[in-house]
């Protein structure tokens, strides 16, 4: 099945930057080309949060774990800029708990815990695991894939099958 721009009507991002997303997902099964067409739409999109995600996942499911990693990290800084959050995870948490039913709150959540994700893949476990139990605090439904994530850092060795 092919894409077309009009199944991206709903994003707001610049006619050219959705045909190359169109490009980028008819050329799936080439991974050097569909890379070539997303890589330049996250160009011409600068910090558009629609192609970032959309890029993030683009990378996290063709196994690009580092660039998956920087364009998730590149969404949580984003939305830390345009929402005015603390570095502190001391200050930050609160606002999180408070906040954290609003859209771009939610964003920010679900991008930090693909960070923790993605750092497991690469191998960093003590960030993954911090980052994984700082989401974990406030995902009290397990909406997130942080809580098993975390489940799954911190389990000893012999409950492992």
């Known amino acids: 099945m092919q894409a077309t721009e009009n199944q991206l009507s709903?994003?707001?991002v610049p006619e050219d930057v959705?045909?190359?997303?169109?490009l980028a997902s008819d050329?799936?099964?080439n991974t050097a080309q569909s890379e070539k067409y997303v890589n330049e739409a996250l160009q011409k999109a600068g910090d558009n949060l629609d192609v970032l995600v959309g890029a993030y996942r683009y990378f996290f499911?063709?196994?690009?774990?580092?660039?998956?990693?920087?364009i998730a990290q590149r969404v949580v800084n984003n939305i830390k800029q345009l929402e005015n959050l603390p570095d502190e995870w001391e200050q930050l948490k609160p606002i999180l708990?408070?906040?954290?039913?609003?859209?771009?709150i939610r964003l920010y959540l679900n991008a930090y815990a693909a960070t923790g994700l993605v750092l497991a893949?690469?191998?960093n476990l003590e960030e993954a695991k911090q980052i994984t139990a700082r989401v974990k605090e406030l995902d009290e439904n397990r909406e997130s894939c942080a809580t098993t994530i975390f489940e799954v850092l911190t389990r000893p060795p012999e409950d492992e099958d």
Do not use: F, I, P
């Open 27 to 29: 050329s799936w099964e």
């Open 61 to 70: 499911y063709k196994s690009n774990a580092a660039m998956a990693l920087q």
């Open 121 to 123: 893949k690469l191998g």
């Open 97 to 104: 708990v408070r906040r954290k039913q609003e859209t771009q």
């Open 10 to 12: 709903w994003s707001d």
């Open 18 to 22: 959705k045909h190359l997303l169109v």
